[in-house]
């Protein structure tokens, strides 16, 4: 009961990359850089099982950002041609490739990292992708002039990986989507048709990961204009809801979203974001089981996986292990008391 995950990256290793960034510049290159991303996936790998994390994940370490670590395995997209973009409606500008023939994947994406996971660990194991409708939203368009019609173009591609994914062995394909929080419309009107195109066939389970960002100020700005109740997964969580999706991931701990909106993801298993991405203060296992506790007030136990709120890629390494440990042992006190 209450399995433990994390949202999926952590910080790289300081001889891999440049530490506490975002789009961190590898420190190697060629077969080396091959080579240290497999030796620093299996060292995620082996954090997360001292923490006592059950599903874990290759901690993004063969990636410098979780939507361009997918871009640059697919054919049409040229990143020599990068613009400036807003992105998730202008809280932040970046520069982007920009897509300029037809979509297509190149191989398989992430075959060396989840093969070697899947060696190195009997415990289950979860894979992320970027979802379809963030993909869109972090790229330029100089070809389908549809935003629609390229994401759903993405996420015939994602399919293609997922499926391998499956094959690999890996139990959980999640697919990261913080547009989600951003475009509520499009959610309803296609967003959750592109996932759809995304796990069709799907072998293993599904998961949507749904959350309001790194811990970076861009975010951190943006979510102090949001006011005292953060209600945006309201709209978006009864067509999860009824959506072929298997799990829903989700910010909880220090967020200000009403729990008793968990109550709208009726038949979802849930992964309830119980530790603070945005924030270098440590958990203690009380807060984590704290989380758990209001969280079963509005669905039933044995649907709880307890995680993260996002990503840790750009964290202080020492401050991401002690996390780790934090989430592991509030899980665990949590069994003791609710189990």
Not at 57 to 83: C, M, P, Y
Request: with cysteine.
């Amino acid at each position: 009961m209450f399995p433990t995950t994390i949202a999926g990256s952590l910080p790289k290793p300081l001889w891999l990359a440049e530490p506490n960034r975002l789009w961190a510049p590898w420190k190697l290159a060629g077969a080396e850089l091959a080579e240290s991303k497999l030796d620093a996936t299996l060292l995620a790998i082996k954090r997360q099982e001292d923490a006592g994390i059950d599903i874990v994940t290759d901690g993004e370490q063969s990636r410098q950002h979780f939507v361009h670590g997918f871009l640059e395995f697919v054919d049409g997209i040229d990143f020599a041609r990068k613009v400036e973009i807003g992105i998730r409606k202008n809280r932040y500008k970046a520069m982007v490739p920009t897509v300029t023939s037809p979509l297509r994947l190149k191989g398989r994406v992430h075959a060396a990292e989840a093969r070697h996971a899947r060696a190195h660990s009997a415990r289950k194991l979860k894979f992320t992708l970027p979802g379809p409708m963030t993909i869109i939203d972090t790229i330029a368009d100089n070809y389908y002039g549809d935003r629609v019609k390229m994401a759903f173009a993405f996420a015939r591609l994602l399919n293609e990986e997922a499926r391998g994914l499956a094959a690999d062995g890996v139990n959980v394909v999640q697919f990261d989507e913080p547009a989600f929080n951003v475009y509520m419309d499009e959610v309803r009107d296609w967003g959750i048709d592109a996932l759809h195109t995304a796990i069709e066939g799907l072998t293993c389970a599904s998961a949507v990961h749904i959350c309001y960002g790194y811990g970076i100020k861009a975010n951190v700005d943006w979510k102090a204009t949001l006011g005292g109740e953060w209600r945006q997964y309201e709209q978006t969580f009864p067509a999860l809801a009824a959506s072929r999706i298997d799990e829903v991931s989700l910010e909880c701990c220090n967020s200000k979203v009403p729990m008793d909106l968990l109550g709208l993801l009726a038949g979802k298993a849930v992964q309830i974001g119980a530790i603070d991405v945005a924030t270098e203060a440590i958990e203690t296992p009380d807060e984590v089981a704290s989380v758990v506790a209001q969280a079963m007030k509005h669905i039933p136990k044995d649907r709880i996986v307890v995680s993260t709120n996002c990503g840790m890629a750009p964290m202080r390494p020492e401050v991401a292990w002690r996390k780790l440990a934090a989430l592991g042992q509030g899980a665990a006190l949590a069994r003791q008391r609710y189990g």
